[in-house]
């Protein structure tokens, strides 16, 4: 990459600001200081984990300010703990938008994985037993690891 992502100019205000920290602050490129993280990751491959816990895999193509990412040849992985099986399901591309995101981190693709490839029916047909199984004994997922739980 040949240039920053964002060619923003910086604030004029950010010099004479009250806040004391280094919150609001941008870095020279025009980046806020939290996007360092990924600026860094652009055209690697990333594991994003989502509010819903859904896991993604692909590429870190670009983002904005509000941390939307846009993935190249993203799959949807399903994994399989106990039985340490995982199996993909294919999107292409994908844009996510940055409130969606829980955690993301690179995937070192030089390592040994610890997983093993499966069949998605396997994996998908396991994963409908282990739900009815925590159905069947009160247990629930919340739809949205964020929610407030409720009674």
């Not at 300010?65 to 399903?78: G, I, K, P, S």
Request: a negative charge; aromatic letters at 8%; charged letters at 30%.
């Amino acid at each position: 990459m040949d240039r920053p992502v964002f060619d923003a100019e910086p604030s004029s205000g950010a010099a004479g600001s009250s806040s004391g920290g280094t919150g609001g602050q941008s870095r020279p490129g025009g980046l806020p200081h939290w996007a360092s993280n990924l600026e860094d990751n652009v055209d690697k491959q990333l594991l994003i984990v989502l509010r819903d816990d859904r896991k993604l895999v692909g590429y870190l193509r670009t983002f904005d300010q509000f941390a939307n990412l846009l993935l190249e040849h993203t799959v949807e992985r399903h994994i399989l703990i106990d039985e340490k099986l995982y199996a993909d399901v294919y999107f292409g591309t994908m844009m996510i938008r940055g409130e969606n995101v829980c955690l993301f981190g690179e995937i070192d693709t030089d390592r040994k994985q610890a997983l093993g490839e499966a069949p998605l029916a396997y994996v998908l047909q396991r994963e409908a037993e282990i739900e009815a199984d925590l159905e069947a004994r009160g247990i629930q997922k919340p739809g949205d690891m964020f929610a407030d739980m409720v009674d």
